[in-house]
């Protein structure tokens, strides 16, 4: 039966191309419409680490004095000191924790044969790569014994092992970073992630940094942050050290834990940590306040989907409600010119049920078809946007998600524009159309 | 006259197509009065005065990481070199590239702390002498800089005590009186005198909430690792004076990075590159949606006027025009338009307000909603004309030959 309702639905629509054609039309643009759109949402507002985003998590301690605000919901800075990053590195807590910021480099060989190149670099805790599972092509993280004395070692990315070694086996060679000499502990592959959620304060879609080396170095070298430095409090910071020592928000902080247990005992650590603080003259405030958000927490409160984007989207499923309106009228006009036909078909013996099932599936064709036509607009959508706005140009695809949603999408809108008129069309009575003709 | 008792009833009768129709027309006013509003809104930020001659400006970094030199001594070379190169006006080392969409600002005190005493933000660039003429902005009160103004460190108790402040910091700070000699606070209370006004220059976020007109130049220079150069050139000259920028920087010391070599305007491209694509995008939109209604309403139309073939034919056989025929669908349509476009205003008036309440979007001005309802008013009945013209035409002779 299946195939003989396909089959009338073919000829209803070679009977009626010009207005078949319109309603393809119309779910086809109201499909790539929305998909272009709900693409780039889908993308932005993905978890980037599924089986993990309820482990990792960003605490945030609310060092100001009471009365002062931050443009945060709820007033806590979205950054740390240096003092507390410290301290809560240091502090004996059972969990995988890494302090994070970032910073930039000359990188050369110290010889003529490469010349200088800029690379942004990261500057964590070894913790951090298992933390966010990064892959090692060769050797590995620095070793314990050389964070804790500061050593002079560098992961790099696959990209500059590419321009600096042409791809070999580079651990265990110097390369340096302005004036100083480090040794290559490993070397990353390719970080495939399209937000950089591990660090969310200069452009949420920028690409992650190519080198990574030790916090300790951070003091030694007095590493300027290539990020947000937040003061809030008036103080005199002259050298670095005064820096360190200051209250000035600029680090990013990540612990994993695991189990609820364990996140809700950090938790009480760090309300114990404030508390001592604030013993200690620091935290001038009446109520202390912490956050412990993980990573799908941590994009909403950061706000990752852009406004634009969000208006975007709401539009766009506005205009395609305009479309199923429009299929819906089409359809109608289409199911009603027909009543004499069903009327036979009534007469000779067709349930109702049949002839509603026959016009659905005629519909569903017609959304299927506009769905596939939809993706190709969607495609061509996307291809514009990556051409206006190149920094979404890893936002503005279609994964495997949204090449299923956009039929799925087609046939519901068809489905819900059908339902009408294929319910009218089915209450055909026979014997009027009998007797006219 | 216009008939309108019975051609209510007669909708009345055939409610579907009517409210898809009518629902139909609301959600194109909606949605077109508000989108519209926001292309406004984005085309006058894009067309705004920045003060600077964007065309004849071009940025570059420079991250240097020998430590043989002294860096203050370094890029005064560099500048001097930079100005002696044909086509070159001047040159200048900033701490922030203005339209750029990094850079530093602070909020600055009419009377120094611990007084209670407000507060302006603004956004500051520190350069030499050299600045009013690089960013080509129009001193229209005071002086400029002399070369003892100029502090070369990173302290504070060294910091300047002058600053050449925008029209539009000068205002905020003194609404009342002539800002030009007046002294102002930062750092809590290190003052600094107005000795310069110019007229626009604005921030290096012109799409940030915090006003960006509010700017100030203050005469300091602390080069650092990390350094921002501005040069300004002959127009027709400075793609050519970009090409050779990174050689002649790092023939005059090696120690050093090269980046960001690029044109002011289309730096100020790349900041606005998203503003861009939402106008694109709704801009598409917006027609789409429009065209796809037109449609819609044509489809409907026809649709109603072949269901209603023997009812016209059976006017026309007693006597009714040709004109009354396309009147009366004229007219019906216009009842059903009118409906959607008093739903679709109000809606458009609610989703204005909702989406200024979420977003950072301005009041939605009625006014845009009042045009794109007369603009779909017209293209409705521009759509019902032709079919309405058709329909005149059905000979009276269908309807007694088929009853």
Redesign the interface.
């Known amino acids: 039966m299946f195939a003989h309702y396909i089959d009338l639905g073919w000829r209803s629509f070679k009977r009626t191309p010009l207005?078949s054609i319109?309603m393809v039309l119309?779910i086809a643009?109201?499909i790539g419409?929305t998909m272009?759109?709900l693409s780039v949402y889908h993308m932005m507002a993905m978890d980037p680490i599924p089986h993990k985003s309820d482990k990792l998590h960003h605490p945030q301690l609310n060092t100001l004095d009471d009365g002062r605000n931050w443009n945060t919901p709820d007033d806590l800075p979205y950054q740390l000191t240096y003092q507390d990053v410290q301290n809560l590195a240091n502090a004996p807590v059972p969990a995988l924790k890494t302090p994070s910021f970032r910073t930039?480099?000359?990188v050369?060989m110290n010889s003529p044969d490469v010349k200088?190149?800029?690379e942004s670099a990261r500057v964590v805790n070894r913790d951090f790569f298992d933390m966010f599972e990064l892959q090692f092509i060769y050797g590995g993280p620095w070793s314990q014994t050389e964070q804790r004395d500061a050593s002079p070692v560098v992961i790099i990315s696959s990209e500059v092992n590419e321009r600096l070694f042409a791809g070999q086996n580079s651990v265990g060679k110097q390369i340096?970073l302005?004036?100083t000499s480090y040794r290559v502990s490993g070397v990353i592959a390719n970080w495939d992630i399209h937000t950089k959620y591990y660090d969310l304060n200069n452009g949420a879609f920028n690409d992650p940094e190519n080198l990574f080396i030790p916090f300790s170095l951070t003091a030694v070298k007095e590493l300027?942050s290539w990020g947000n430095n937040n003061g809030w409090k008036?103080e005199?910071i002259?050298t670095f050290q005064d820096k360190l020592n200051s209250e000035e928000l600029w680090l990013q902080f990540w612990v994993q834990l695991n189990t609820a247990e364990e996140k809700q005992e950090y938790g009480e650590f760090l309300m114990a940590y404030m508390q001592d603080q604030k013993a200690k003259g620091r935290f001038n405030r009446e109520n202390l306040e912490f956050g412990l958000r993980n990573v799908v927490e941590w994009m909403e409160y950061n706000e990752v989907v852009?406004?634009?984007n969000?208006?975007?989207v709401g539009?766009?499923f506005?205009?395609l409600?305009?479309?199923v309106?429009?299929i819906?009228?089409?359809l109608?006009?289409k199911f009603?010119?027909r009543a004499p036909e069903v009327g036979v078909r009534r007469a000779l013996g067709a349930s109702k049920r049949q002839v509603f099932y026959q016009h659905i599936v005629e519909v569903s064709m017609l959304g299927l078809l506009g769905g596939l036509i939809g993706i190709g607009i969607a495609q061509l959508?996307l291809w514009?946007?990556r051409t206006?706005?190149?920094?979404?140009s890893d936002l503005a695809t279609m994964d495997i998600t949204m090449y299923l949603a956009a039929p799925t999408i087609a046939l519901l809108a068809s489905f819900i524009a059908g339902l009408?008129p294929a319910w009218l069309v089915c209450r055909t009575t026979p014997a009027i159309y009998l007797k006219?003709q | 006259m216009f008939e309108i008792k019975p051609i209510f009833n007669a909708l009345c009768r055939s409610k579907v197509g009517a409210i898809l129709l009518l629902l139909q027309i609301a959600i194109t006013t909606a949605v077109v009065s508000n989108a519209s509003f926001i292309i406004y809104d984005h085309v006058q930020y894009l067309n705004k005065e920045t003060g600077f001659p964007q065309d004849e400006l071009f940025r570059f970094t420079v991250l240097t990481f020998g430590k043989d030199r002294e860096l203050s001594q370094q890029f005064e070379l560099d500048e001097a070199m930079l100005r002696n190169i044909p086509g070159v006006i001047n040159a200048v080392t900033t701490n922030a590239v203005p339209l750029s969409g990094s850079g530093s600002s602070s909020s600055f005190r009419l009377k120094p702390s611990p007084e209670e005493s407000e507060s302006v933000n603004a956004a500051y660039y520190f350069a030499d002498e050299h600045a009013l003429e690089t960013f080509g902005v129009k001193l229209i009160e005071g002086r400029n800089f002399l070369p003892e103004d100029v502090r070369i460190t990173n302290t504070i108790e060294n910091a300047p005590n002058v600053a050449i402040v925008s029209k539009a910091f000068a205002e905020a700070m003194f609404p009342d009186e002539p800002a030009l000699g007046k002294n102002f606070y930062y750092f809590g209370d290190k003052p600094l005198k107005i000795i310069g006004i110019v007229d626009t220059m604005l921030s290096p976020w012109p799409r940030s909430s915090r006003p960006p007109e509010n700017t100030i130049l203050v005469p300091m220079i602390n080069p650092g690792m990390y350094q921002h150069i501005m040069v300004r050139t002959q127009a027709g000259e400075r793609a050519a004076i970009m090409r050779q920028m990174e050689d002649v920087m790092l023939d005059a010391y090696n120690k050093r990075v090269i980046i960001n070599i690029e044109a002011l305007d289309q730096v100020k491209q790349d900041y606005d590159a998203s503003d861009v694509l939402m106008m694109r995008m709704l801009i598409v939109i917006i027609l789409v949606l429009v065209s796809v209604t037109a449609l819609g309403i044509f489809g409907l139309t026809q649709f109603n006027i072949s269901k209603r073939t023997k009812q016209i034919g059976t006017r026309r056989a007693l006597g009714a025009r040709k004109s009354d025929i396309i009147r009366y669908f004229l007219v019906e349509n216009a009842m059903v338009c009118l409906g959607g476009l008093f739903i679709g205003s109000i809606s458009a008036v609610l989703l204005g307000t909702q989406l200024m309440q979420w977003y950072s979007i301005p009041a939605l001005d009625n006014s845009y909603v009042a045009v794109t309802a007369l603009a779909v008013f017209a293209m409705t009945m521009l759509a019902v004309v032709v079919p309405a013209k058709r329909a005149a035409n059905i000979s009276p002779s269908i309807a007694t030959r088929t009853v």
């Open positions: 207005i319109l119309a643009v109201g419409i272009t759109s930039g480099f000359s050369h200088p190149f800029v340096y302005d004036d300027a008036r005199n002259d852009s406004e634009d969000r208006v975007l539009i766009s506005m205009f409600i305009v479309c309106a429009n819906l009228g089409l109608l006009a009603l010119r959508g514009g946007i206006t706005y190149g920094y979404y009408y006219s």
